[in-house]
């Protein structure tokens, strides 16, 4: 079965610090993965979306970049993060459709 | 703008009630419609995907899609304390006529609380 993981699990980071967070998907092959953030009482806003090793396409313009290096491992950096980069970043997979599973999260408090 | 609304909430039902949760949206062209259910601090969770009109009914959950409309709902019978968490209604859109891509959006989210 597929397994996805995220690390950290939270995260807490003073403003202007760079980023880097990790998802890893198992059990499947060229899946396509997404970043999204949820800010506090907020919605899902999706970040970025990749269909394959080097693909990226970013959804909003921000001080946020990703990364696919390897065909199941998704990065998400940042360079000097801002107050307004705190949120809960979750990492999402899918194959051949729209069904998104999503990994546990990483809970990003900048300060 | 391709948009998915809900309503904020919160709902509150008694246990054993039938919980109704509702969605609209508006592209026409969407095709495919799912309901997630976040606890509180959480990542959503997938709990029902539905892609023809009338309904579709998992243990006690059952969607409703009426693509005329433009309406997704969700029922969900006996309500337990277990089902209080927000219910994200989510759509796959194509971003414009020039995109060779859909992608899915999310509504808000509905937060659900069963009082024991």
């Known amino acids: 079965s597929q397994t996805i993981h995220q690390w950290p699990a939270t995260l807490v980071q003073p403003v202007g610090s760079p980023l880097s967070l990790e998802c890893t998907v198992e059990?499947?092959?060229?899946?396509?993965l997404y970043w999204y953030r949820q800010a506090a009482g907020r919605g899902l806003q999706l970040l970025f979306y990749s269909v394959g090793i080097g693909q990226i396409s970013s959804e909003v313009p921000q001080n946020l970049s990703a990364s696919r290096p390897q065909d199941r491992q998704f990065i998400l950096s940042s360079k000097k993060l801002l107050l307004s980069d705190s949120g809960f970043y979750l990492c999402?997979?899918?194959?051949?459709?729209?069904?998104?599973?999503f990994g546990p999260g990483t809970r990003l408090t900048v300060l | 703008q391709k948009e998915v609304e809900q309503n904020s909430g919160p709902l509150s039902v008694p246990e054993g009630a039938i919980a109704s949760l509702n969605c609209t949206y508006s592209d026409r062209g969407s095709q495919s419609f799912f309901w997630y259910r976040q606890y509180s601090g959480k990542s959503p969770e997938l709990i029902m995907s539905?892609?023809?009109?009338g309904d579709k009914e998992d243990g006690r959950f059952t969607a409703q899609l009426n693509k005329a409309s433009q309406y997704v709902s969700l029922l969900i019978r006996d309500s337990q304390p277990s089902d209080s968490a927000t219910y994200l209604c989510a759509v796959n859109t194509r971003p414009s006529s020039f995109a060779s891509y859909d992608k899915v959006i999310f509504g808000p989210g509905t937060s659900l609380s069963v009082i024991p």
């Open positions: 059990g499947t092959s060229n899946p396509n």
């Open positions: 539905i892609y023809s009109n």
């Open positions: 999402a997979w899918t194959i051949g459709g729209f069904e998104q599973f």
